[in-house]
């Protein structure tokens, strides 16, 4: 079937007359898709859209972590924008202006969950599938994250059953990675002892493992070869296992800013 998409939707799909739903299209694609109920899988891009670029990862399309690769920065940024403006205007902000749009550089993201299957293949969820897409590179990850998967994958491939799934939680803080290995069960003495040894062979700031088994997981500390912190306007603060992290030190810049500006001169302010 050839259609013409004509907008990308709030998800990130671009859409034609139908609706019909096609990731990893873009306004302007002149396209043959196959088409599974409302769902259109691409088959032959006829004419591209001006707007259409290569995507910078070679996993773009099957791995689920990214979906609008292939879009141009110019035009990304004006379909975010536009997001926003739309979903003001459901309800009921009308007339409003926007801040321009801060985006954070590549190779930046300091906060992943990664899930892996029997040591085999270690990244993220294919979409819409269960499959686990086996990565190798990611330019939007921090290059310490991304150096850190080969020697993870190794190490695990010794660990887990062929077909026994982990879900991996890393922060990037100021003085190394903290992990927290999410899995059924508690680990015993030997698990412990070569978790320490892949800490202290990778130069793992601090490795917490979650038994997903408890009614209330909570992490528990395996090794902790230095206290995880990072800097709030210049003052170190150590992380509890668990913390949450802006997803990009440009992001997290960006917002201390603008609340900053907001309440210079206040008398009080009420933190909510």
């Known amino acids: 079937m050839r259609i013409k998409i004509s907008h990308i939707g709030a998800k990130g799909d671009g859409i034609a007359d139908g609706p019909l739903y096609v990731p990893f299209s873009v306004d302007g694609d002149d396209l043959e898709v196959k088409v599974n109920g409302k769902q259109g899988r691409i088959k032959h891009i006829h004419k591209a859209s001006p707007h259409r670029v290569a995507p910078l990862c070679k996993h773009f399309g099957r791995c689920g972590?990214?979906?609008?690769?292939?879009?141009?920065?110019?035009?990304?940024?004006?379909?975010?924008?536009?997001?926003?403006?739309?979903?003001?205007?459901?309800?009921?902000?009308?007339?409003?202006?926007?801040?321009?749009?801060?985006?954070?550089?590549?190779?930046?993201?300091?906060?992943?969950?990664?899930?892996?299957?029997?040591?085999?293949?270690?990244?993220?969820?294919?979409r819409g599938s269960h499959n686990i897409i086996d990565i190798t590179e990611c330019p939007v990850m921090a290059p310490e994250i991304v150096r850190f998967i080969d020697p993870l994958r190794v190490f695990l491939k010794g660990q887990l059953g062929a077909r026994q799934k982990m879900a991996i939680q890393i922060n990037l803080a100021d003085n190394g990675l903290d992990i927290i290995l999410d899995s059924a069960g508690e680990p015993d003495l030997d698990l412990r002892m070569d978790i320490a040894a892949f800490a202290e062979a990778q130069d793992v700031a601090r490795i917490c493992w979650r038994d997903m088994k408890l009614k209330k997981p909570s992490p528990e500390i395996l090794c902790e070869r230095r206290k995880p912190h990072v800097s709030f306007a210049g003052h170190k603060v150590f992380l509890p296992p668990g913390s949450f992290l802006q997803a990009t030190k440009t992001g997290e810049d960006a917002l201390t800013d603008f609340v900053a500006k907001a309440v210079e001169g206040a008398d009080k302010i009420v933190d909510i």
Request: net charge positive; with cysteine; glycine share 10%.
């Open 65 to 126: 972590g990214c979906a609008l690769q292939h879009v141009s920065e110019d035009h990304y940024k004006n379909w975010k924008q536009q997001k926003v403006i739309t979903e003001l205007g459901h309800r009921g902000f009308d007339d409003i202006s926007l801040l321009p749009l801060e985006v954070s550089p590549l190779a930046s993201r300091r906060r992943a969950r990664l899930t892996a299957i029997g040591g085999r293949a270690v990244g993220f969820a294919e």
